[in-house]
């Protein structure tokens, strides 16, 4: 009988399969149901694997929302990207892709929201969301210097924006008989023409 080997792409599979474990068990049952053994159960594998992979479910945690915080920066990067060379363009691109699919998902809505429950609990969960949306941060800063606003008005005006977009993009999922994703993004080009 021959033993199975493993390679890297399946250790990798794995890691990938119990972090997408923990953000569906995040969304569902919140930071108190994302326990080893529902993520395990998730994932389809044995309690004790998680060990094998991850320091315990903090790291996991904390992993989940470095992949997560990835995902939805593609989704933006893809957005900004297919939009073309408009600096203006640009920017609404960025913006609005909040208020679409994949973004716009009450699920990732819901994994977010026990991410940020923990910010004021845990020092490494606190970190890591100031690192992903310092990163946010950086992108607006880059796509507002593309439309010449001042190095000295930036920041704050990013700061603005992740502000404007985040309560759109959360009432959107809480409510979305309030108002549409179009609503959202009208509301947002007003907003961003008397920023501008």
Known sequence: MTRATFT??????????????????????GVAGATVRAIC????????????YFEGIDDLIGATYQAVGERVATALAAAVEEAGEGPRTRLSAYV???????????AL???????????????????????????YRDGIEGLLAENGVAPADRRMKAVAITALVDGLWLELCL?????????????????????L
């Open 8 to 29: 890297r792409e399946e250790a990798d599979s794995r890691r990938q399969s119990l972090i997408d474990a923990c953000a569906a068990r995040l969304a569902v049952d």
């Open 41 to 52: 159960a998730e994932a389809g594998v044995s309690p004790g694997l998680l060990r094998h």
């Open 96 to 106: 609005v892709a909040s208020f679409r699919p994949p973004i716009a998902d009450p």
């Open 109 to 135: 809505l819901a994994t977010w929201i026990a991410f940020w429950s923990l910010v004021k609990s845990d020092p490494g969960i606190a970190t890591l969301h100031g690192d992903i949306y310092s990163g």
């Open 175 to 195: 409510a979305p008989d309030a108002f549409t994703a179009d609503e959202a993004a009208e509301m947002a080009e007003r907003w961003l023409d008397a920023l």
